[in-house]
């Protein structure tokens, strides 16, 4: 096979989160303590993880990060928005995710990674009061600002690439519109400050307009949109999300396929959090906590194919619920009641309780798609990235079928996309050796 085209990543690399909370803090502040202190990035798969090539006997099985041309860890300059916080300490401070040791000897470079004023609108996270907040009226003029807000940290960091990854708070519920239509329809709809557009839509069309890869890490609508897509392909640029997934979800597309390998079946699925970090205090509001509801309950279907296996699947009682439990902090508990059947339609149960850190989770997720995403784009690439639905709770697709859930499937689709890329042949597992 003849290897792809890849830019060599020359130069700093920044990173842009929208929403410098609890998760985008704890990425900043793991990133720092590897550069230090050569604290390995646990959960990190472009860091840890080995890719084989080529069969089994050739015993060729480089780490990935030696096998592609990614960005370095070291090249990495930190910047965004905060509607809150005034730097990614502070932020860290308040979400009390990491402990004061961890964050003692970085402490100045959190410090240093200051918020710019964010876009920001009550209205789509009723929970949350905007302090630090861009003093502008017009849609037209946010985007305007935040274009300008990029490129002074271009050039101020002496950047030769960038991308973005949403790293802020689940908006409320909407569909698409009119607005969402066409790129025209988007500019008209920003001109008029049309309110169907959404902070989060805002900053990806900023990203984009300035050639920025942009990954969106919560449910909201915002790159999943004709707008967006049109956008995308216009610029070059690649777009993936939508939802990081982490804790609960994470168990769901771990199990479910493991029942449907084994073809047992589901009567039902019932899974509640609490959790008690600005995540849940947003999540708490009914619209929100439905932009959520809607992401984590498209998992289970498109798994376990109701439509092929109605006798096994065909009637299943999934529900999901998440409680804003404040005594618990970022350590988000996830319970899973999960009834299911087997020979002669005897029922069994397995209970999961999962006691995760969300940010502890999310963390490297973010690390993977921003050096993923740079990639990406040295590779020519533009448009959704679905080989990185692996990541993502409700990935978005590139056709009119449903993207992949099964989180093993999704794996050997990323790996094997880099594979191809670097001019080796897919691993199917069928071969011998």
């Known amino acids: 096979m003849t290897a792809r085209h890849i830019d ?81 300490l502070e932020a860290a401070t308040a979400a009390g995710v990491l402990e004061g040791q961890d964050l003692g000897s970085i402490s100045r470079e959190l410090e240093g990674v200051v918020a ?122 690649p777009i993936v999300g939508k939802d ?46 439905k932009t959520k509801e809607t992401s984590k309950l498209g998992v289970l279907d498109t798994i376990l194919q109701p439509e092929v296996y109605p006798d096994l699947y065909g009637e299943i009682d999934h529900v999901v619920r998440i409680n804003y439990y404040p005594p618990r902090g970022d350590n988000k508990e996830g319970w899973d009641a999960i009834d299911i059947f087997g020979w002669m339609g005897y029922p069994m149960q397995i209970k999961v309780d999962f006691l995760c850190r969300d940010s502890i989770l999310a963390a490297p997720i973010v690390l993977d798609l921003a050096l993923f995403m740079d990639l990406a784009a040295r590779a020519g690439e533009s448009g959704v990235q679905e080989w990185l639905s692996f990541y993502f709770k409700a990935p978005q697709g590139t056709g009119s079928g449903e993207p992949e859930h099964d989180l093993f499937i999704q794996q050997t689709k990323l790996k094997n996309t880099l594979r191809e890329w670097m001019g080796e042949k897919p691993v199917t597992h069928s071969e011998a050796g």
């Not at 410098?20 to 230090?36: E, H, P, Q």
């Not at 008209?188 to 990806?204: T, V």
């Not at 300035?210 to 216009?234: H, I, K």
């Open 116 to 237: 710019m004023d964010a876009v920001f609108d009550q209205r789509w996270v009723k929970r949350l009061d905007g302090v630090r907040v861009k003093d502008i009226e017009s849609k037209w003029e946010q985007a305007e600002a935040l274009m300008d807000d990029i490129e002074r940290f271009r050039n101020e960091n002496g950047c030769d690439r960038l991308v973005s990854v949403w790293c802020g708070s689940t908006e409320a519920y909407q569909e698409p519109s009119a607005v969402h239509e066409s790129v025209a329809a988007f500019e008209a709809g920003l001109k008029d400050s049309d309110e169907n557009i959404s902070p989060s839509q805002i900053y990806a069309y900023a990203a984009l307009q300035t050639g920025v890869p942009f990954a969106n890490g919560a449910p909201n609508l915002s790159v999943d949109l004709p707008c967006m897509l049109e956008l995308a392909e216009q610029r070059g640029v």
């Open 244 to 289: 990081f997934k982490t804790g609960q979800t994470l168990m769901k597309t771990l199990i479910a396929p493991g029942l449907k390998a084994r073809m047992l079946g589901l009567r039902g699925w019932y899974s509640t959090n609490i959790l008690g970090n600005r995540d849940g205090e947003v999540l708490d509001d009914p619209e929100n906590f």
């Open 8 to 88: 060599p990543p020359s130069g700093k690399l920044g990173v842009l989160l929208p929403g410098l909370g609890a998760v985008a803090s704890t990425f900043i502040a793991g990133v720092l303590a590897a550069r230090a202190e050569g604290a390995a990035p646990l959960g990190s798969v472009s860091q840890m993880a080995h890719i084989r090539l080529g069969t089994k006997d050739e015993s060729r099985n480089p780490l990935i990060n030696e096998f592609v041309p990614l960005a370095q860890l070291d090249d990495l300059v930190f910047g965004g928005w905060d509607p809150i916080s005034a730097n990614a």
